[in-house]
Each structure stands twice: as structure tokens, then as C-alpha cells.
């Protein structure tokens, strides 16, 4: 235990003797306690979800922060602006907490809740330079405004019925990137939103979008397999269609194209959801929202103690590099943020690791485990079939 120890840095020295004195039952059968919309206990484990409602009530105490809309508005939950937000806090504080349960109890979320003069505000909550995690962000946006044109272009040309000009919005989501220390354990990204925008006629246009995705540094196919076969039931349960389809969505999406290979192994990823209903469109992205700890935590519980040393490292900051190269140049949320008046640059960057590197025509030796990854990342696999 102590040599696999000495090829990491003193961070998690630090957590592999705190982790052995605190004993291992904490970890083995971990649940995660909820973080409920109402007064209720919410238990998660990687076999489902269980949940005990008691009461309408709020409790703020379970939330990050305060939420943005008045919370007497928000216990009316009568309409789906309501219900998004409520949505949105529950799975930002529920995520929140899996990770602090199994990052050294020095280390916590920052909470900082802002507002904007445009409209709405968010809350951003952000670790930094853990032991576990070198950096995890965990963002909810509520806004509200007037949609730019650059903005209002983009969706235009996605197939949007809009007028050429600003129209007014809503929009409410949740999004998380989480850049782990080990480079054992892959980052994961997920982020899950509603829009709505109102055209001079009066009427009103409303989508859902979202998705949750893996990037490994290492691959280990039984990861991969775990996080898409999670992905695939929640899909399932609404229409065996949704998982194949939005799965190819994720590969397409997410392919670096100056580089001819994707950002990670997939997972799903959707816009523009408009139907079947409004409330089947909900469900089944609360769905998916529900399904990101039990896909996501027992992957760094598995990895977060593995040996690594220099090589590995600077595995990890080249390919975090390709992380950054998409989200800068390609990524569609990053580019609706900026151009967003009032934009908080910040939350919206949060997605960025605190360390990358770029080496001139780095190209990993054949047959290694770092070209193993690349083959993948360049011809995206079937993982539940």
C-alpha cells in the first residue's frame, strides 16, 4: 500500500492513511442519502432509486443555496418553469454531496449564488485542488431575458420557427464537469435543460435538452460498459428508441472534428425535445438526470485509490487538452453562455480543468494502453451490445 502510494502526489498520500484509519464500511456499501425536493429521504444506490415524499413543503435546507424564484412561487409548482428549477436544485445538491462523501472531508464545495440584471441568476459550486477531485463544478442556471441575435441565428439554423430578431426567453439547467485527480478515474460531463421562448404573436416554443458523457484517460471497458448499460435502462423505460438514437446523437455531437476523434466514449446526449408531451419530455429527463451518481460514483470508487506515476499524469493533461479544444471551439452550451447578455464568464468556464498540456505532434506508442484509447476515440464501439 505504501509504494503504490509513493507514485502519487501528497494529496493523496494524505487520503489513502485518513481513508485507513476511518475503515472501509463507509465505502463498500455506500448509499447516498438524498437531497430531496420535499421534506423526504432519498436513497440512491447503483441497483435504483428510492424515494418517500412527506410533505409539499420545501426545505431549503436541502438545496446548495436559496433557489433563484421566490420560494413561495416555487411551492405553487404550477407550471414547468417551477417544476425544471425544482428539478435542477435537487440533482445539483444530490451530486454535490455523493462527491463530498468520498473526497477528503477537508475539502467542500465553494457556494457562490449570483444573480444577474438581465434576468434570473444561478448557483455555482465548485471544488478545487481536492484530493479526490482536482476540480468539480456542479452549476444551476435560472435566466430569464431577451434572446440575442447571435443566439437566436443559432437556434434558427438548428430549425427553429423564430422571427429574425430578439425574442424573450427562459431558460433553467443543471450542468457538471468533474476533473478527477487520479487519472485512473474518468472525468464526467452531464448537463440537463429547458427552454422556452415567446414570439411577437404571443405563442410559445418550449424544448428540453441534455446528456451525460465519459472521458477516460484509461480505458477499462467494464467502466464503459457499467456507465452506458445505466444510461441504456433509464432510456428504456420511456422508449427503447431513445437509447440508440441519442447514443449515436453523443458520438456525432461530441467528435473533435480539427482532430478526427471524440472527446470520450460517449454516453447520450439530446435537443430539442418537444414531445411526446410536455410531461413525458419531463419525466424522461429527470430520468436520465436521476441516473448520473449510479453511473458515475462507483467508477471513482473503484479507481480513486490506483497506482500512477509521471507518464500517466502527462497522459492526463494531454487529453484534458482535448477536453478544452472542444468546449472552446465546438461546444454549443459554451457558445449560447457567451453570447448571452449579462453572462457570468465564470460558471460558464467552469467546465475548464485547472491543468492541461499541448505537446507538438505527441503521438502515443502503438499497442500501448494510451493508443488503445485513442482507437477507440476514433472509431466509437457499441458498449451494451
Same mark, same amino acid.
Given at each position: 500500500?505504501?509504494?503504490?502510494?509513493?507514485?502519487?502526489?501528497?494529496?493523496?498520500?494524505?487520503?489513502?492513511?485518513?481513508?485507513?484509519?476511518?475503515?472501509?464500511?463507509?465505502?463498500?456499501?455506500?448509499?447516498?442519502?438524498?437531497?430531496?425536493?420535499?421534506?423526504?429521504?432519498?436513497?440512491?444506490?447503483?441497483?435504483?432509486?428510492?424515494?418517500?415524499?412527506?410533505?409539499?413543503?420545501? =426545505? $431549503?435546507? /436541502?438545496? #446548495?443555496?436559496?433557489? +433563484?424564484?421566490? *420560494?413561495?412561487?416555487?411551492?405553487? !409548482?404550477? =407550471? $414547468?418553469? /417551477?417544476? #425544471?428549477?425544482?428539478? +435542477?436544485?435537487? *440533482?445539483?445538491?444530490?451530486?454535490? !454531496?455523493?462527491?463530498?462523501?468520498?473526497?477528503?472531508?477537508?475539502?467542500?464545495?465553494?457556494?457562490?449564488?449570483?444573480?444577474?440584471?438581465?434576468?434570473?441568476?444561478?448557483?455555482?459550486?465548485?471544488?478545487?485542488?481536492?484530493?479526490?477531485?482536482?476540480?468539480?463544478?456542479?452549476?444551476?442556471?435560472?435566466?430569464?431575458?431577451?434572446?440575442?441575435?447571435?443566439?437566436?441565428?443559432?437556434?434558427?439554423?438548428?430549425?427553429?420557427?423564430?422571427?429574425?430578431?430578439?425574442?424573450?426567453?427562459?431558460?433553467?439547467?443543471?450542468?457538471?464537469?468533474?476533473?478527477?485527480?487520479?487519472?485512473?478515474?474518468?472525468?464526467?460531463?452531464?448537463?440537463?435543460?429547458?427552454?422556452?421562448?415567446?414570439?411577437?404573436?404571443?405563442?410559445?416554443?418550449?424544448?428540453?435538452?441534455?446528456?451525460?458523457?465519459?472521458?477516460?484517460?484509461?480505458?477499462?471497458?467494464?467502466?464503459?460498459?457499467?456507465?452506458?448499460?445505466?444510461?441504456?435502462?433509464?432510456?428504456?423505460?420511456?422508449?427503447?428508441?431513445?437509447?440508440?438514437?441519442?447514443?449515436?446523437?453523443?458520438?456525432?455531437?461530441?467528435?473533435?472534428?480539427?482532430?478526427?476523434?471524440?472527446?470520450?466514449?460517449?454516453?447520450?446526449?439530446?435537443?430539442?425535445?418537444?414531445?411526446?408531451?410536455?410531461?413525458?419530455?419531463?419525466?424522461?429527463?429527470?430520468?436520465?438526470?436521476?441516473?448520473?451518481?449510479?453511473?458515475?460514483?462507483?467508477?471513482?470508487?473503484?479507481?480513486?485509490?490506483?497506482?500512477?506515476?509521471?507518464?500517466?499524469?502527462?497522459?492526463?493533461?494531454?487529453?484534458?487538452?482535448?477536453?478544452?479544444?472542444?468546449?472552446?471551439?465546438?461546444?454549443?452550451?459554451?457558445?449560447?453562455?457567451?453570447?448571452?447578455?449579462?453572462?457570468?464568464?465564470?460558471?460558464?468556464?467552469?467546465?475548464?480543468?485547472?491543468?492541461?498540456?499541448?505537446?507538438?505532434?505527441?503521438?502515443?506508442?502503438?499497442?500501448?494502453?494510451?493508443?488503445?484509447?485513442?482507437?477507440?476515440?476514433?472509431?466509437?464501439?457499441?458498449?451494451?451490445?
Amino acid at each position: 500500500m505504501i509504494g503504490r502510494a509513493l507514485l502519487k502526489n501528497w494529496h493523496s498520500l494524505r487520503y489513502v492513511i485518513h481513508e485507513y484509519y476511518k475503515g472501509e464500511s463507509k465505502i463498500r456499501g455506500l448509499k447516498y442519502i438524498g437531497i430531496g425536493i420535499f421534506t423526504t429521504v432519498t436513497v440512491y444506490s447503483a441497483s435504483g432509486i428510492t424515494v418517500s415524499a412527506a410533505s409539499n413543503e420545501l =426545505d $431549503m435546507k /436541502k438545496f #446548495m443555496a436559496e433557489p +433563484i424564484t421566490d *420560494i413561495k412561487e416555487l411551492e405553487k !409548482k404550477n =407550471d $414547468m418553469r /417551477k417544476r #425544471m428549477e425544482l428539478l +435542477i436544485m435537487k *440533482i445539483q445538491a444530490d451530486f454535490c !454531496k455523493a462527491l463530498e462523501s468520498i473526497e477528503d472531508p477537508d475539502y467542500r464545495f465553494k457556494v457562490d449564488r449570483w444573480t444577474r440584471n438581465e434576468g434570473g441568476g444561478g448557483i455555482t459550486c465548485v471544488l478545487q485542488d481536492g484530493v479526490v477531485f482536482e476540480k468539480a463544478g456542479v452549476n444551476i442556471a435560472v435566466v430569464t431575458g431577451k434572446l440575442p441575435l447571435d443566439a437566436v441565428q443559432q437556434m434558427r439554423a438548428r430549425g427553429k420557427n423564430m422571427q429574425e430578431e430578439s425574442v424573450p426567453f427562459f431558460a433553467a439547467g443543471v450542468s457538471a464537469v468533474i476533473h478527477p485527480r487520479n487519472p485512473m478515474v474518468p472525468t464526467i460531463h452531464f448537463n440537463y435543460r429547458y427552454f422556452e421562448v415567446e414570439n411577437q404573436d404571443g405563442s410559445v416554443q418550449w424544448w428540453f435538452g441534455g446528456g451525460t458523457d465519459l472521458t477516460p484517460y484509461y480505458l477499462d471497458e467494464n467502466d464503459v460498459k457499467h456507465f452506458h448499460g445505466t444510461l441504456k435502462v433509464a432510456c428504456d423505460k420511456h422508449d427503447p428508441s431513445y437509447y440508440p438514437k441519442y447514443k449515436k446523437w453523443c458520438d456525432d455531437y461530441f467528435l473533435i472534428k480539427h482532430r478526427g476523434e471524440c472527446r470520450g466514449v460517449g454516453g447520450i446526449f439530446f435537443d430539442d425535445i418537444d414531445g411526446p408531451t410536455q410531461e413525458k419530455a419531463f419525466q424522461f429527463v429527470q430520468s436520465c438526470a436521476e441516473t448520473v451518481i449510479p453511473s458515475y460514483i462507483p467508477l471513482v470508487e473503484k479507481h480513486k485509490n490506483d497506482a500512477y506515476g509521471y507518464s500517466e499524469r502527462e497522459w492526463q493533461l494531454l487529453r484534458r487538452g482535448r477536453y478544452v479544444e472542444f468546449n472552446l471551439i465546438y461546444d454549443r452550451g459554451t457558445k449560447f453562455g457567451l453570447y448571452t447578455p449579462g453572462a457570468r464568464y465564470e460558471s460558464i468556464l467552469m467546465s475548464l480543468p485547472l491543468s492541461a498540456k499541448w505537446q507538438y505532434m505527441h503521438e502515443p506508442k502503438p499497442d500501448s494502453k494510451e493508443a488503445k484509447l485513442v482507437d477507440v476515440l476514433r472509431n466509437p464501439k457499441d458498449w451494451v451490445n
